[in-house]
């Protein structure tokens, strides 16, 4: 089986930034299907663009654009490219890395879909930090990078506890309503009494429902900025934002800058 050394991906590389151990690239696939290989490093896999097929002997995933995939070391799997134009950014970092920040990488076993949405907006801040490049860069990569490994330790403070079987619909109906979306309009859907969806978000959300919701727009807006074809006007509306000013004092506050800077950033 074919080992991926550190940077070593398929496709076409785009660009590429190497900060010692942490290594960051964005490639076109170019190929129907890839070996079966894995890598020497973990590392995200982020799709900018298209569809990605995963494979590995434990399951299959399709990861259309958005998706943030992580891929733990020694993780055998393959690819299959599912769409004609496909993109990738990946943030590869050695093993001493998470060693000498005090991170403990053996919690994040084997492959994971990440659908934290804070996550989602630490990484378009990172991916934008890889694209503008000037001397900060590198240090803001950093932090970021290190903000997202923190998130995604907490995330499994809660894994040895008891999680609530409507907690799962819960997100996804917040993902998929918006117009609608009330304490009660949940509560009727799930069939779960108010008082305990009131009191379970602040646990397993760690942030209240109205940011929540606020965070899943701003995830879902980030993957239709990186289509250049997706006016921002359209984006406003797409994702459920009643008008332009109103889109980018929200992802102005989640990001830092504007969707209009966001985008130039990554250009």
């Known amino acids: 089986m074919k080992i991926s050394a550190k940077g070593e991906y398929y496709g076409s590389m785009k660009k590429e930034e190497n900060y010692g151990s942490i290594f960051l690239s964005e490639y076109d696939y170019c190929m129907p299907a890839t070996d079966w290989h894995y890598h020497e490093n973990p590392y995200f896999m982020y799709v900018l663009e298209g569809n990605v097929g995963d494979f590995n002997t434990q399951q299959k995933r399709q990861c259309p654009s958005g998706t943030l995939l992580f891929h733990n070391w020694q993780e055998a799997h393959y690819n299959t490219k599912e769409s004609i134009e496909t993109r990738g950014f990946h943030i590869e970092f050695e093993r001493k890395w998470f060693v000498d920040k005090k991170l403990n990488i053996d919690l994040w076993e084997g492959t994971q879909i990440i659908e934290n949405p804070k996550i989602h907006h630490l990484l378009a801040k990172l991916y934008a930090e890889f694209k503008f490049q000037d001397h900060l860069s590198e240090v803001s990569i950093e932090v970021l990078l290190y903000e997202i490994c923190e998130h995604l330790d907490g995330s499994h403070s809660l894994k040895n506890e008891k999680v609530p079987l409507w907690i799962a619909p819960l997100k996804e109906?917040?993902?998929?309503?918006?117009e609608r979306l009330s304490l009660q309009y949940l509560s009727d859907q799930l069939g779960v009494h108010p008082g305990h969806i009131s009191r379970a978000i602040p646990k397993y959300f760690s942030v209240t429902l109205g940011n929540y919701i606020r965070q899943q727009k701003i995830k879902k807006a980030i993957n239709l900025i990186?289509?250049?074809?997706?006016?921002?006007?359209?984006?406003?509306?797409?994702?459920?934002?009643?008008?332009?000013s109103h889109f980018?004092?929200?992802?102005?506050?989640?990001?830092?800058?504007?969707?209009?800077?966001y985008r130039n950033r990554i250009k």
């Open 173 to 178: 109906l917040i993902k998929e309503e918006d």
């Open 226 to 244: 990186h289509n250049p074809k997706q006016s921002l006007q359209d984006i406003t509306y797409e994702c459920g934002f009643s008008d332009q």
């Open 248 to 261: 980018t004092r929200t992802f102005k506050l989640f990001l830092g800058m504007t969707p209009k800077q």
